[in-house]
């Protein structure tokens, strides 16, 4: 075969419009667009299906109301008891908070010290175990004693229920630093603030918000716990324990309701802050 018939051949097949492996990044653009609203009604579809067919059960199946009531009567105690539900709501709220704040203040602060001293790390590890294996509401009668009927016991059980997971990642987060970037800073003479601030709490966020994803709900459940059994007289907790003793029904599932309202609100708001502070950091691609 001549080398005109080659270069002949040869151009009949380019000229074919063979189809190519090459990847369009506006075909990902357009999936993206196309998925995002189906992502965001996904929760909305969850909820309602799960509460539809709660509704339907109890009414299909005549559930005495007393044994459990429908959804829709839960919501409209709540929404006729505005007031009462807020003003409790707080209480917990504030419980919560200051438990869940004293928890993150203190587990970072040990963590630190055990990122930094082998025999700290030693001496705390223990401490933290046995906080963790210990029965927390067996320890809210005894916070009544030291400190009465204040807030001190609601605040100190929703800690402890939280310090174990803050510490512990805290602690994971600090000692997973880069050893080439930490032999990089130490190469130019960087003192441990600066390691600190540079690497060790950058690599720690992710960590820390993790934590904070699930001791959020763990605050909420400490501070129920304290108002249970710390002898409260406000709060969500009591508010529950008064519609059980009492057969008030729509006030213990309300208040069990709103529970899971603000649990799932501050949640949200922990997920939105963590989206926004940790934008370089690889849990927050996309598929």
Known sequence: MSQTELNAMQASVDALDVPTDEHDPADDTGEESKRRPLMMIAPVVGLALLFGGWELYVRIADVRRL??????????????????????????????????????????????LMAHSAFVERATI??????????????????????????????????????PPFATNALTGFQSIDRHHHELLRSVDAGKREVFWKLRLPHALPYLFSAARICVALALVGAVVGELYGGSTEGLGYATRIGQTRLLIDQMWGSIFVLAFIGVGFTILVDLLSRRVLRWHSSNDRD
């Open 67 to 112: 044994v459990l009531p429908t959804p829709s009567s839960v919501l409209g105690h709540i929404i006729s008891e505005p007031g009462f539900y807020w003003d409790n709501a707080w209480v917990t709220i504030s419980e919560a908070a200051w438990g869940f704040i004293a928890a993150f203040v203190i587990a970072c602060a040990i963590a630190i």
């Open 126 to 163: 223990p401490v933290i175990v046995l906080l963790q294996s210990t029965p927390v509401v067996a320890l809210a009668p005894v916070f009544l004693n030291w400190f009465g009927f204040t807030a001190m016991p609601k605040v100190l059980v929703a800690a402890l229920f939280t310090f």
